[in-house]
Nanobody, 113 residues
Framework: VQLQASGGGLVQAGESLRLSCKVT????????MGWYRQAPGKQRELVAT???????DSVDSVKGRFTISRDNTRRFLYLQMDSLKPEDTARYYC????????WGQGTLVTVSS
């Protein structure tokens, strides 16, 4: 399985970004998926999940600002990030909810104040 995340960049606080993750080599639609992030000097954390059924969840720190979605036909996972804050600065990764697959390179999000 290959995971290719994209869409990161440098933005100012309050702005938005949309991350995409292309998943190849798997029966994507049957897996519960998630977006993770790792800030410098910190452990990787799971920030948002979407089940195969479409049910979503997220951690309190991003709730109401980040929206996870998926396109099973195209095998893409998305993360719409609004009202970004400097503390959202991190490298973002996609994977299954249980991190079953090898990590891709992720995409870097930098939010300036």
């Amino acid at each position: 399985v290959q995971l290719q995340a994209s869409g990161g960049g440098l933005v100012q606080a309050g702005e938005s970004l949309r991350l995409s993750c292309k998943v190849t080599g798997s029966n994507f639609k049957i897996f519960d998926m998630g977006w993770y992030r790792q800030a410098p000097g910190k452990q990787r954390e799971l920030v948002a999940t979407i089940a195969s059924t479409g049910t979503t969840d997220s951690v309190d720190s991003v709730k109401g600002r980040f929206t996870i979605s998926r396109d099973n036909t195209r095998r893409f996972l998305y993360l719409q990030m609004d009202s970004l804050k400097p503390e959202d600065t991190a490298r973002y990764y996609c994977n299954t909810r249980g991190a079953s697959w090898s990590w891709g390179q992720g995409t870097l999000v930098t939010v300036s104040s």
